[in-house]
């Protein structure tokens, strides 16, 4: 299992308000993907992925609610 960094942005749907809910973790998982899946299961989710240098970031919508996963390895 890899070691990561994961950095959660949720989105405000308020209207005017900028701000976002940013939480910081250190998890421990062989695929973000599906441990992002893991977090929301339950839930009707759409997910997309992309994977850079810096690592893995991974989007979902769960109801209209747009969160933001960055996983980067420690």
């Known amino acids: ?3 990561y960094e994961m950095v959660r942005e949720i989105k405000n749907l308020c209207m005017n308000n900028q701000m976002r809910d ?3 973790e250190e998890v421990e998982c062989d695929d973000p993907v599906e441990y992002v899946r893991s977090i929301l299961k339950g839930q009707r989710v759409e ?3 992309e994977q850079s240098s810096a690592g893995i970031t ?3 919508s769960t ?3 747009i969160q ?3 996983f980067t390895e420690i």
Do not use: L
């Open 63 to 65: 109801d209209g609610v």
């Open 22 to 24: 940013v939480f910081f």
């Open 1 to 3: 299992m890899a070691e």
């Open 58 to 60: 991974v989007h979902a």
């Open 47 to 49: 997910i997309a992925s």
């Open 68 to 70: 933001k996963f960055v």
